[in-house]
């Protein structure tokens, strides 16, 4: 192993971490990055004597890789990756290289919406039931570092469709998908089956000895269900229908049936409300009846976990008006589910870079619940165009301090301002989280 070189692509979490195992199992290991690298990554690198270099890639020390890592920000499109797959050098993804140096159970959470929350719900359900268990993937520490530096008996990773396309061996022992609708159709060739045929790498590896847990309700996964065969044992849950096994409601009553055992509680003893939490809820319900933990923990962590920063996050009061952080909601699905929870009339901030979105599904919602659009964005032009046609109230902004405030003097006494952008964040901000936290700001502020 001494003589193969490892080249991490990507100078972040991902990429540092993937570079740290490497280290570790004996590649000569190089990152490169195209952009800065933080210092508290570089410190990393420097402690386990690897050598990198930023602001460019350069093609002699790239091209002589055996194997490549690279982040999943980056597009295959890109000339130094086009290079690499030309000269038949295999690229792969942090999570595939950690895959193949751990033998820990693994519980994999992919989907458009809902991902985040499902992933939080399990972890910590495994910790309530003592389990040593690792969160990783597309939160928290990289896999890579996780695996190279920690003994974790069990790993609940998030992956992000950019994840999956790196992965080719990786077997996720329960794969759990959420839903799928579009998202991220720029990087898809704007074509939905190639992100649907992401999204199912997923279960691509599994065995007779694995579960596949599915949103029962979702007419895309149901349409591909009808194409493949899988090999794992297949726990669906819906809100619609009774189901032979998996997770269902009846009345109030959330039933979940796996290997013949029933565990039910109503509906409203749930920590978290609306109809897609419900589904997150059954998807990590379902995981811990497949895990054969205690019924006692499943109930007590669908009961009292607490929700997710950046997802209808409700934050703030201010003169009677609320201000909720949805600053997750990155596509239009998420908005939907946004709009449908809200029980008052709603001044929406919505903007960013749009990823292929079609807006026309949220027509009737935004004319029953808004009375005003904040748009938030370098380019607004594909959302005024959308939603001129309801003559509601459009303004355009900036910044989040612009967006608050317009926001703000639109709203009265007992309305809500939403950010809920369906878009992704990096015209003005770092990622999704600098702008929550920036609306957040701007709020305090007022």
């Known amino acids: 192993m001494a003589n193969k070189r490892l080249v991490v692509l990507g100078g972040g979490e991902s990429g540092v971490g993937a570079a740290i195992l490497g280290a ?258 059954m998807a990590a319900g379902i995981s811990g009846m497949v895990l054969k933990l205690r019924k006692d923990d499943i109930r007590e962590c669908l009961s009292d976990f607490q929700g997710v920063e950046h997802r209808l996050e409700r934050f703030m009061r201010v003169h009677e008006i609320e201000f909720i952080n949805d600053s997750k909601a990155t596509n239009v699905n998420s908005v939907w589910y946004a709009l449908e929870s809200m029980s008052t009339r709603v001044v929406w901030i919505v903007g960013g870079i749009d990823k292929g979105n079609d807006y026309s599904q949220l027509i009737d919602l935004v004319k029953e619940k808004v009375k005003a659009i904040v748009c938030i964005g370098v380019d607004n032009s594909k959302i005024r165009t959308a939603f001129q046609e309801t003559g509601i109230t459009m303004v355009d902004t900036r910044s989040m301090a612009e967006a608050v405030r317009s926001a703000y003097f639109l709203s009265a006494k007992g309305d809500s301002v939403l950010l809920s952008p369906a878009c992704a964040s990096f015209d003005l901000f770092k990622n999704y989280e600098d702008r929550g936290r920036q609306f957040k700001e701007a709020v305090r502020n007022l």
């Open 24 to 281: 570790a199992k004996g590649f000569g290991t190089f990152v490169s990055d195209a952009g800065e690298i933080q210092p508290k990554y570089k410190s990393d690198l420097e402690k386990h004597g690897i050598p990198y270099e930023e602001l460019q890639h350069t093609p002699a020390l790239i091209l002589n890789a055996d194997l490549v890592v690279k982040s999943p920000g980056i597009s295959d499109k890109v000339p130094v990756i086009q290079s690499l797959l030309n000269a038949g050098i295999p690229v792969i993804s942090e999570i595939e290289l950690a895959g193949r140096y751990t033998t820990a159970t693994t519980i994999c959470i992919t989907g458009s919406n809902g991902k985040t929350t499902t992933t939080l719900l399990i972890y910590d359900l495994l910790k309530r039931a003592g389990l040593k268990v690792g969160l990783a993937g597309n939160i928290g520490k990289s896999f890579a570092r996780q695996v190279a530096e920690e003994d974790f008996g069990y790993y609940v990773l998030e992956i992000s469709s950019f994840q999956l396309d790196g992965m080719f061996e990786f077997r996720a022992n329960l794969a759990i998908l959420t839903n799928i609708t579009p998202d991220h159709l720029d990087r898809y060739d704007y074509n939905m089956q190639n992100y649907t045929d992401s999204k199912f790498r997923i279960v691509q590896n599994q065995t007779e000895e694995d579960f596949f847990i599915y949103c029962h309700d979702d007419p895309v996964i149901a349409a591909e269900l009808e194409k493949r065969s899988l090999r794992g044992m297949k726990l669906p849950f819906s809100v619609k229908q009774p189901l032979a096994a998996g997770g269902w409601v009846e009345g109030d009553k959330m039933i979940l049936n796996v290997f013949n055992n029933i565990f039910d509680m109503t509906i409203l003893e749930l920590a978290l409300q609306g109809k897609h939490n419900l589904n997150n809820s």
